[in-house]
């Protein structure tokens, strides 16, 4: 029952008939942290359609897929002992829908800004920022913030390595030699390790405190990597629910809005997979032996290729495949079963996986129509980041600065307040601090 404790003592209504799970998920989907999701980039930027997933709709869909491996599991390993602790679908679905809460505007460019921003202040990263959002900014309970769970806590805590160990201490964010006249972020300086903030420590202390000594360590391991920042070995079960749901949706749904919006082609999709998804075409051959003569591939990315409708019908059969590929996988080193044992994706489904991720990186975000926009938000959340810095009781909005004040100057509440914007919030903000245009005392801050 420990797992089902709240830091701050909570006790519901008499008549109240949801269960812990359920009740995180309402705290979750009515939060602030959740709607402006709506309003921040998945990959594509905002204003370029209506059509493509934001950071809202992949989180929607996270937390469904999810919820399907939960079942899964429960249906292919009735016998396992870990699916006698699967999550319940509240649990399960509110770890989802707040998995990117900390991400910044302008996606990962933005996380890459701020914890340049940060460098002599903690650092930034976004899954930290989500713990911090929950632990810390929330406002569901006097003390506790989010005040969820200790398990939905535990499911959130993705990177269980604190900033100052995780980090390389021979990596300093910085500007890259040679322009002059402007800031050229080191994208690879610059780049943070995955883990928690410092900050937030007492928060990991109480998701941990029940655990073992010998279990609490070796979760919080992790394995030094050359000239890079260190590597956090361990999760819990349902962060590993959902981290697989997570690299589903972004490797088949992000793959699905490139090819609406003809940002990639059918022969440089046909070249990249050719070979890499034997098992998926068995299954195609299996289950729908009337759709095609021979060639399944090529029916395959002729239907992903054509219409909306059977490009959706092929993106689906893709979500499905993936999700149905989910194992256990058992440590043996812990005692506590939510940590003993874990998910992936089997092996060869995984690499095939990889493979549409891969493509997704090399085609679409690693373009330059892509990273244009890309550098374009970093500027913009360097310099209004450095503007609030520079003047707090002059720039930053009164409540905010009021939060600065209690902190006694501390630089991560400025963090917060540009971390929690939207895309739009941000570029409005810019525009106000630096555009010549008149602008407006009723302009929105």
Known sequence: MSWHARREGWNPQAEDA?????????????????????????ILNLGDSDFYRTRLTHSLEVAQIAGGIARQLESSFPDHPAS?????????????CTHDFGHPPFGHGGEIALNYCMRDHGGFEGNGQTLRILGRLESFSANACANLTRR?????????????????????????????????????????????HDSEQDVVDWILETLTDTDRAELQSFAPVPHKHAKPLHKSLDCSIMDAADDIAYGVHDLED?????????????????DRCPTFLDALKVKYPGESANDVFSHMVDGLFGGPATRKRYIGRLVHHFLTAVEYVEHKAFAEPL??????????ERQFLDVLQDFVVREVIASPAVQHLEFKGQGMVVAVFEAMQADPARLLP????????????DVRVICDYVAAMTDTHLLKTYERLFSPRMGSVFDRL
């Open 258 to 274: 490139a090819i609406a919006l003809d940002l990639v082609t059918r022969e440089r999709f046909a070249t990249a997979v050719q």
């Open 152 to 196: 939905t806590m535990l499911g959130v805590l993705k990177y269980p390595v604190a900033y100052s160990l995780a980090r390389d201490p021979a990596r300093t964010p910085g500007l890259v030699d040679g322009p002059t006249t402007i800031k050229v972020l080191d994208g690879q300086a610059c780049k943070p390790p995955k883990c928690y």
């Open 84 to 96: 006698a602790i699967l999550p319940d679908r509240g649990t399960i679905h509110s770890i989802g």
């Open 339 to 348: 940590l003993r044992y874990r998910v992936r994706v089997r092996e060869v």
């Open 398 to 409: 009164r409540e905010e600065f009021s939060k600065f004040e209690a902190a006694h100057g």
């Open 18 to 42: 949801r269960d812990n799970g359920d009740v995180d998920y309402s705290r979750v989907i009515h939060s602030a942290s959740f709607r402006r999701l709506q309003g921040k980039t998945q």
